[in-house]
């Protein structure tokens, strides 16, 4: 592509002051944009989660570059790398902490970036992130990432200052990001481009924003809630400050250790004030630290003043407790097992096949790699299998797995009933690896069937698909739309059944026991199965999940 007419020599370095702009800016402004990316998700079905994803990947890699105060480029990048890695969510996130790995290691020495610097890792991360697929695919944001590195070093060659550069990257990163629908043809039919490459443009769009100054992020980073306990111990807490302070009397105080007692004790408890006749300490708990500090102050200076908040004190206390209790009273088991799973039915139906931790996530909410790495570590056993449920869960699980000194395997289910079918043939003291694969043929055997409404009119498999309409997958694959759920599931059954199967139907959140009921008698009707099994899985977003043996 023609390389832009921009004046080079104006901006040959950026340090890790500006760098750090770049890098704020392009997370606002891919939140700012997270939702258009999610929009493009190909399927109509409401886990269309590409743009969440990526956000989420990124925020954490800048809350880790924000823990360090450095500006060499070297160690923000580094912290960048790490932060992604960790908080790697879905494909498009575990691709993004690719792109990130890469774009540091190419700066391992740099401690500013310069137009070189910048260009090799551009290249390096594109070269990172295709290794860490094992069948890397055109059309997608790895294209993206490797147009945006040619595009880069084509500036370069053009003596294009770092401007330049940034700005030729992101028309190359475009013009590619344009191109994906003729690479993949599900991308054309549904008339979108990729939402991974929309993900990565908008970042590189975000750094040549920060970069120009034209775009003011930042809102606060998002923090962890705390616990229902970690709150209630807050609450428990009526004085929040633990305040201590020596003051050095002056010469002309009166005042006596007894009567500074008695003007203190209604600003707080435990109070104690100690001393000798030129030197007190006092110990209070208060809400209000700046009235004591100033009343120390009509008395003498102030010396070794210390001011802690006993709530955040408390409920760090609490969390490092439960931590150490879970560690504690986990039994120890040859393997442990670790699933994803969401909804309480669906949770309770895994810890009776004998899943010790179950993640919270599925669709639209997608664990992130330190999500299994805390669960692999809270297991007691030395042999973890995971079970992702999820296509998109997949490769944040492995990348997990790929950090644990834990022998660890990850069984590729991508739905309920695939971990279900799994669990069947599980056996503690198989060896590992025959065990992983058997549990993977037996997926084999199960076909899952799922029913949930479109959340955007769309074409997928020449199926023309209305907002609101009642859709069908099997295995993943849209091959129903209807009005009306019963309708659906008797359409999509008569496509994949002969009539002698086992049929297990799990039902979510929106739908009460007699709807459950009277599918069941409409299937009994049509059908003459094997057996059909009806449980609460209490799932969201999928009103039935249902499995077919």
Not at 179 to 193: R, S, W, Y
Not at 375 to 386: G, Q
Not at 526 to 532: C, K, L, R, V, Y
Request: overall charge negative.
């Amino acid at each position: 592509m023609p390389v832009n007419e921009i004046s080079h020599g104006s901006l040959s370095n950026v340090d890790g002051k500006k760098f750090r702009e770049m890098l704020y800016t392009a997370l606002a402004w891919l939140k700012e944009q997270q939702s258009f990316i999610d929009s493009l998700n190909v399927f109509p079905v409401p886990d269309g989660d590409t743009g969440t994803n990526m956000y989420l990947t990124f925020l954490e890699a800048i809350k880790e570059v924000k823990k360090i105060e450095t500006n060499n480029v070297s160690e923000i990048t580094s912290a960048m790398a790490k932060g992604a890695l960790m908080g790697a969510r879905g494909n498009s996130g575990v691709i993004l902490s690719q792109l990130l790995r890469g774009f540091s290691q190419a700066n391992e020495a740099n401690s500013s970036l310069t137009a070189t610097h910048l260009v090799k890792a551009l290249r390096k991360a594109s070269d990172v992130a295709y290794q860490g697929v094992l069948k890397p695919v055109e059309g997608t944001i790895l294209t993206v990432s490797r147009k945006a590195a040619e595009g880069a070093e084509l500036a370069l060659e053009n003596n294009l200052d770092i401007n330049g550069i940034m700005e030729n990257t992101v028309a190359a990163a475009r013009d590619a990001l344009n191109k994906t629908p003729e690479q993949l043809p599900i991308l054309k039919e549904a008339g979108v481009v990729d939402a991974g490459g929309q993900g990565y443009l908008i970042i590189l769009e975000g750094l040549l924003k920060g970069l120009n100054s034209e775009y003011v992020p930042q809102g606060d980073l998002e923090v962890v809630k705390p616990s229902k306990k970690e709150q209630q111990i807050a609450e428990d807490i009526k004085y929040a400050y633990c305040t201590q302070a020596l003051i050095n009397l002056q010469k002309d105080t009166t005042k006596s250790i007894e009567e500074i007692r008695n003007d203190l004790q209604h600003y707080g408890d435990s109070l104690m004030v100690v001393g000798s006749d030129r030197t007190v300490k006092i110990h209070i708990h208060t809400n209000h630290p700046g009235i004591i500090l100033e009343y120390g102050l009509k008395l003498g200076s102030l010396i070794d003043i210390n001011i802690d908040n006993m709530k955040i004190q408390s409920a760090e206390k609490v969390r490092q407790t439960e931590e150490q209790q879970r560690q504690e009273f986990m039994p120890a088991k040859k393997k442990g097992i670790i699933a994803v799973g969401k909804g309480d039915g669906i949770k309770e139906i895994f810890k009776d096949l004998g899943i010790d931790v179950v993640i919270d996530g599925g669709q639209s909410m997608n664990p992130s790699t330190n999500d299994f790495l805390e669960a692999i570590n809270n297991l007691n056993s030395s042999e973890i299998i995971i079970l992702p449920n999820n296509k998109n869960i997949i490769s944040a699980a492995e990348q997990a797995a790929s950090l644990s000194d834990k022998d660890v395997v990850v069984i590729p289910t991508k739905t309920i009933p695939q971990a279900v079918s799994s669990m069947m043939v599980f056996n503690d003291e198989a060896d590992l690896d025959e065990l992983k694969e058997a549990m993977e043929m037996e997926t084999e055997n199960v076909t899952t069937l799922e029913i949930t409404r479109a959340v955007k009119s769309s074409k997928v498999n020449g199926h023309n698909i209305s907002t609101g309409d009642v859709i069908g997958l099997e295995n993943g694959q849209i091959e129903a739309v209807g009005k009306e759920y019963q309708d659906v599931i008797v359409e999509l059954l008569k496509k994949v059944c002969s009539g002698d199967e086992f049929i297990t139907i799990f039902y979510g959140e929106e739908i009460n026991e007699d709807e459950a009921g009277d599918l069941v008698d409409t299937l009994e009707e049509e059908f003459n199965f094997e057996d059909i099994e009806l449980y609460r899985g209490g799932q969201p977003l999928y009103p039935y999940i249902i499995s077919v043996e």
